[in-house]
């Protein structure tokens, strides 16, 4: 079955530490995007990418990474300059970009917390 | 700038009566609309959407939403609410003709049916 992978589920940062999050996809999607979700706030874009080797930032960039290399993969690093990083981070494509009328697909999340 | 809202944190109705979670909108244009459900540590699953023609739109697992421009306003609605419904219900809407290229969430509304 096609979808999107999300790993790992659950990931705990030390202070200090840069930790990477990983998202395949196998739906053939050119678009990738990265949320970040919190209690009562909705979903909040992160990075996005239309293109392989092509990205922009979202609404709070800072304190993150991406980098696409592959159709498939569009890993998002989060880095020590994110102060709060403690929240479930969403995943998603679509078959288009963001100037489309088309759905996005959602992988199941990584939890990250601070330890 | 584009927004959207969900007035309700949380709905709750008795197994077998209707439903409706509410959404309103702001767009400076004609909307692209979307609903999206949740179920617990899960990502988000694509229900519906309303892009153009007919105001009644029909999604997934017997749920509709009926787009009122005049009310900027895109309730979902299922005739007969099952337990496995419970759920948070997101609401979200793309201007296309806005210069916005990015989708807005609502901050989610939290679906309780009571057997």
């Known amino acids: 079955d096609g979808g999107i992978t999300q790993s790992p589920k659950y990931l705990f940062r030390k202070e200090g530490q840069n930790v990477t999050l990983s998202c395949e996809q196998n739906?053939?999607?050119?678009?990738m995007y990265w949320y970040r979700q919190d209690p009562g706030q909705g979903l909040r874009l992160i990075y996005y990418?239309?293109?392989?080797?092509?990205?922009q930032k979202g609404d709070i960039a800072e304190g993150y990474s991406v980098s696409r290399e592959k159709k498939e993969s569009f890993p998002l690093t989060v880095t020590s300059a994110q102060k709060n990083p403690t929240a479930f981070y969403l995943c998603?494509?679509?078959?288009?970009?963001?100037?489309?009328?088309?759905?996005?697909?959602f992988g199941d999340g990584t939890r990250l917390s601070i330890l | 700038a584009q927004s959207v809202a969900q007035p309700e944190d949380q709905v709750n109705v008795a197994e077998g009566n209707p439903l409706t979670v509410k959404c309103t909108y702001s767009?400076?244009?004609?909307?692209?609309l979307f609903w999206y459900v949740q179920y617990p540590n899960r990502g988000l699953q694509f229900l519906l959407k309303?892009?153009?023609?007919?105001?009644l739109v029909k999604g997934s697992y017997g749920f509709e939403a009926e787009f009122n421009k005049s009310q900027t306003s895109f309730h979902l609605k299922k005739p007969s609410a099952l337990v496995s419904d419970s759920a948070l219900y997101f609401c979200?809407?793309?201007?296309?003709?806005?210069?916005?290229?990015?989708?807005?969430f609502g901050t989610g509304t939290k679906l309780q049916v009571i057997p």
């Open positions: 998603a494509s679509s078959r288009q970009g963001l100037n489309s009328n088309q759905p996005q697909h």
């Open positions: 739906l053939n999607h050119d678009a």
């Open positions: 990418s239309q293109i392989v080797n092509d990205f």
């Open positions: 767009v400076s244009g004609n909307p692209y």
């Open positions: 309303y892009i153009t023609g007919d105001n």
């Open positions: 979200a809407v793309r201007d296309p003709d806005g210069g916005y290229q990015k989708v807005t």
